[in-house]
């Protein structure tokens, strides 16, 4: 992983911005060991996955200005125990409305919501007016989990 995209590591863990999506926030946990699921980890991983997870979330939230923070393990491409924190902002949900309708009636469809920004906010795509830069958000998320 880029050391540019690297906002955390320790002896167990890396904390990184996903490199192929735009979306400020959008970082990456992934255990060093040889674990591919939580209940893998030791119990020394697991407290300190705890940690650094709660410590991001709240990191994510205040800096990246997420209303949540979803969390998602798929583990599909890369057995080994990672997780997705996946920054849902208010200038995304309006913009997922934005495409797809005026929805704003009901709560948003939190997977839908994911699989379309992930998809659409890659590469150099502008991002819509009101969102912070990638840089940004990582160069504080950096400061504030050291």
């Not at 690297?6 to 735009?22: K, S």
């Not at 939580?38 to 709660?54: K, N, P, T």
């Not at 990672?82 to 913009?95: A, E, K, N, Q, S």
Request: glycine letters at 8%.
């Amino acid at each position: 992983m880029s050391q540019v995209l690297r906002v955390f590591e320790d002896e167990f863990f890396t904390l990184d911005g996903a490199d192929y999506c735009a979306i400020p926030g959008y970082l990456i946990l992934r255990c060093k060991g040889a674990a591919t699921s939580a209940g893998e980890l030791s119990e020394e991983e697991a407290a300190r996955f705890g940690v650094l997870y709660a410590k991001a979330v709240k990191a994510i939230e205040e800096l990246a200005g997420a209303d949540r923070v979803y969390t998602l393990v798929f583990a599909e491409m890369d057995r080994r125990f990672h997780v997705h924190l996946f920054p849902r902002t208010r200038w995304m949900l309006l913009d997922y409305w934005k495409h797809h309708g005026d929805c704003q009636a009901g709560p948003a469809n939190g997977p839908l919501l994911f699989e379309w920004a992930r998809t659409t906010y890659t590469g150099q795509l502008r991002l819509p007016v009101g969102a912070p830069s990638v840089e940004d958000v990582l160069e504080r998320l950096r400061a504030a989990l050291s």
